[in-house]
């Protein structure tokens, strides 16, 4: 799973407190009135906050598995694999949470929009994975064991575009190593 998410074009982390602008101007006709203004306050509030998670693709945040995401057949060094593909902010903090199985010859892509040096964990993922860090030009540049719901930070060696995770060991299963170029079809 990712753990830094800088991705997502957007922020939506203002905060507003409940009194900010809330005057009243009279005893009596102000507590009314500031009631009135507490209730429109909450009701924007609310909506920006609605607006933020639908903007993310999903009401919903990382306690719960991703559906199956789009796939594509990706050309790993010697071997391919069906990877389902993580893109939007939410597919990437959720990844493979609470999968309870990834086969042999599947995993998940996570595309990023520029290179960055990346971090993943494994919070509420049960499954032991291995990671490939990917560089724009499709070069594994580093490949990671992670151990199933450990919240230690694995952080790329460089800058990287893409991340592959996939079971652990089927990297070397599959006679793939660093400096290995990883075939991405366009991904629509």
């Not at 998670?53 to 945040?61: F, H, L, T």
């Not at 990437?92 to 609470?98: C, D, Y």
């Not at 560089?135 to 990671?144: E, F, K, L, P």
Request: glycine share 12%.
């Amino acid at each position: 799973m990712h753990m830094n998410d800088d991705d997502r074009g957007g922020t939506c982390g203002g905060r507003l407190a409940a009194g900010d602008g809330l005057r009243s101007r009279g005893e009596a006709s102000g507590t009314r009135v500031s009631g009135l203004l507490l209730a429109a306050a909450l009701t924007v509030l609310l909506t920006l906050a609605a607006g933020c998670a639908s903007r993310n693709g999903d009401s919903g945040g990382t306690d719960r598995p991703n559906p199956t995401l789009k796939t594509a057949e990706l050309s790993v060094g010697p071997a391919s694999i069906k990877a389902e593909i993580a893109r939007t902010g939410i597919e990437r903090e959720r990844g493979l949470m609470f999968r309870t199985s990834v086969p042999d010859g599947t995993g998940m892509l996570f595309v990023f929009g520029s290179d960055q040096h990346l971090s993943f964990w494994m919070k509420n993922t049960i499954v032991p994975l291995s990671l490939a860090y990917i560089s724009s030009d499709g070069t594994i540049t580093q490949i990671v064991d992670l151990m199933p719901k450990s919240l230690e930070a694995v952080q790329s060696d460089r800058s990287v575009r893409y991340a592959l995770e996939v079971p652990q060991g089927w990297f070397g299963r599959a006679g793939v190593k660093v400096g290995d170029q990883v075939r991405i079809p366009p991904l629509d």
